[in-house]
């Protein structure tokens, strides 16, 4: 017997002021050569496939349910998704200055041009499936959402805060102008059920969104947030591994690696900025073109010899090059093996977090069957990626054998190797808890000279649109950069001062620079003091969750955490709450991030500076929190560097702020005591 509510929809639309009302009459038609995701699986009972549909129409009054419902039951069982197309705006999506949206607060117009810039085509990996980079990292689950928080960020006052879980906007809040204006959270699932089954079903029913590390937090800048992390890891790299003095760069040296897509999109770009030559494969040519018009790759290569031949050429003349090679990585290493090629430095950057969804391509195959198998053949598509999988750590193993240095580049690369049944890549030979036995970047090289003095991808936008405040901005950031310093000081300092030069910009006008905790603070404090001036227009403020404090992930940014805290997330969960009660004017928290569901929580944050003595106390207490809680988890972890920046800072902040330090053990004294004991 069917139950009589109480209520008819009729009674919830009116109980509403901020809903979608005009929907369109058709599906704006789709421009050709736009990259389009492949299907995605999930395991759906028939009592999923209709909570999925419920759950889609939960955003349209009940007179559109009839013609709406076959509709996205198409798409549901064509995408493994619902998008709702038809609420997608015709044409291209981009951030847009922002006095060109509406809005009654500057924060709910930011939000709204890092939103579209997100979904720009020149930037979204996947746009009309709303996927900005990774693979997987969507802004939103469905169009309805984006719609829906459209309207709701163009009446959200500075009283108010928004919430939105997964991309759902759960409504508006009183608070008050020195709180965030936005807080939201992405697929953070209750322990028993957070692994990629569950989470598959989940986001296919319209509940969970992956919100990668930028993409469902807003904060995505196009290949650009990667560049100088990449730059700053390959040049230590060179440092550490191959005796690079530290004013010098990788003038001569050779970089390998794979991925030329959101992320990965970086890699061609930071290696010849850091003066070396890169050899760079993707199997999706449509990938190598936007990297190759942008000025991102120099060169394409379309064979193994060519591609070698040019970059030893390249290095001959001590010429900065980066190579796209058109194919697998696997071939490509096949070759340097059966020539004995010498590599310097060698990685990976495709999307093993999604490694069985796309993100890597077998062997053998061309893209275009990776994208057939994907749709109509996963169990076949599945076990060559663990044959190429398996494949691939064989050649890289000769590789290391021979003297190159390889290292995993946070991509979860290892961890999908040793789920492909390679189980010698485990540290202890047992599982996964102690690590892999390739180091990750983060383990040898940012972790020890970047992350535990705090510094981290500091990022900006400059709202209005205009090429000269993004000139402005870097003109004032490298004033507040003392290059005498540190090394890693003098880099930034270079970075900066190269940053227009070397045409970073992809989407609107973004900035990343490397960054501890008091730089950035004076940094900031500067910007907002610029545009209280009058000097720039506003400007929106974050950083990648990859960062000091953002992120738990044992097999990535926390991977040089050795007191056994890897495991946990309270770094990440504290950072989002301190974040939130200093008043970030956006405050976001994720499950996954670069290496998977399940494997990493991270939390970023969005900060508009509108000139205002508000923002400023809200800069002077949040940003030295969001870095130095990070630097103090490591300093606990007995990290040295962590230790040596946190003793500076409590003499530096003595009444006021104060970080508890460890008490080092003599470990002769423990090996002793212990010996061959272990606990039964």
Known sequence: MEKTLAFNNEDIKNSMTIKLTDIPKDIPPFTKNIRRAPRREAKLSNSDIKLALKNALRYIPEEYHEKLAPEFLNELMTYGRIYGYRFRPAGKIYGKPIDEYKGKCTEGRAFQVMIDNNLDFDVALYPYELVTYGETGQVFQNWMQYQLVKKYLEVLTEDQTLVIQSGHPVGLFKSKPDAPRVILTNSLMVGMFDNQEDWKRATAIGVANYGQMTAGGWMYIGPQGIVHGTYSTILNAGRLKLGIPQDKDLCGRLFVTSGLGGMSGAQGKAVEIAGGVGIIAEVDYSRIETRYTQGWVSEIARTCKDAFDLAHEKMKENKPCAIAYYGNIVDLLQYAVDNNIHIDLLSDQTSCHAVYDGGYCPVGITFEERTELLAHDPEKFAHLVDETLRKHFELIKTLHDRGVYFFDYGNSFMKAVYDAGC??????????????????????????????????????????????????????????????????????????????????????????????????????????????????????????????????????????????????????????????????????????????????????????????????????????????????????????????????????????????????????????????????
């Not at 970047?441 to 003095?453: A, N, T």
């Not at 205002?612 to 809680?629: A, C, E, G, K, Y």
């Not at 972890?637 to 970080?659: L, P, Q, V």
């Open 423 to 680: 189980k010698e890549i485990s540290k202890n030979g047992v599982d996964e808890k102690d690590g892999f036995i390739f180091p990750s970047y983060v383990e040898d090289i940012l972790g020890p000279q970047l992350f535990d003095f705090g510094y981290g991808p500091f990022r900006w936008v400059c709202l209005s649109g205009k090429h000269e405040d993004l000139l402005k901005t870097d003109a004032a950031a490298m004033s507040c950069i003392d290059p005498n310093r540190r090394y890693q000081d003098r880099d930034n300092y270079i970075w900066i001062k190269d940053a227009d030069k070397n045409n970073l910009v992809v989407g609107t006008q973004a900035r990343i620079l490397y960054q501890d905790a008091m730089g950035r603070t004076n940094i900031a404090l500067k910007f907002n003091d610029m545009v209280r001036r009058g000097e720039i227009g506003p400007v929106m403020m974050g950083r990648d969750h990859h960062d000091v404090s953002g992120t738990d992930s044992p097999f990535r940014e926390t991977s040089n955490i050795k007191d056994g805290s890897n495991i946990m997330a309270d770094m990440a969960t504290h950072c989002f709450a301190g974040n939130c009660a200093r008043g970030m004017s956006l405050v976001a928290l994720h499950n996954g991030g670069g290496v998977g569901i399940g494997k990493a929580i991270n939390g970023g944050f969005g900060m508009v500076l509108d000139g205002s003595q508000r923002v400023d106390d809200i800069l002077r207490t949040s940003m030295p929190w969001d870095v130095m809680s990070g630097v103090a988890r490591r300093a606990w972890a007995r990290n040295e560097n962590s230790i040596t920046t946190a003793m500076e800072y409590n003499k530096m902040c003595e009444g006021k702020d104060h970080i508890t330090l460890p008490f080092i053990a003599d470990d002769e004294m423990i090996d002793e005591l212990v010996g061959d004991r272990e606990f039964e």
